[in-house]
Nanobody, 119 residues
């Protein structure tokens, strides 16, 4: 099994930056891709960004390009999400997810970490 634990977030002022971390443990050799999703109050969970370990290809939702950066350290089985120029609409629970080799979907999830952006 793969376990994911997020950290970071909290209350941040608009315009500032924050960095979230997600550490994978367990059978990490099975993980092909790790990514970030978020769910704002009253909204559905949405994809933000992902990184594929095999070639370090990164993916971003159009809505976050330019302000969000995904970073990965596969020696530590850890990914990061750098969020710059935070906006109140970035307020959400941010989830880390993993897609295992041979799987089509993300099926391992962290518990989520709250990011609240004050105006």
């Amino acid at each position: 099994q793969v376990q994911l634990v997020e950290s970071g977030g909290g209350l941040v002022q608009a315009g500032y930056s924050t960095r979230l971390s997600c550490a994978a443990s367990g059978r990490t050799f099975k993980v092909a891709t790790m990514g970030w999703f978020r769910q704002a109050p009253g909204k559905e969970r949405e994809f933000i960004s992902a990184i594929k370990w095999s070639d370090r290809t990164t993916y971003y939702a159009d809505s976050v390009k330019g302000r969000f950066t995904i970073l990965g350290n596969n020696e530590k089985n850890t990914i990061y999400l750098q969020i710059d120029s935070l906006k109140p609409e970035d307020t959400a629970i941010y989830y880390c997810a993993a897609r295992e080799v041979g799987h089509d979907d993300y099926d391992k999830w962290g518990q989520g970490t709250q990011v609240t952006v004050s105006s």
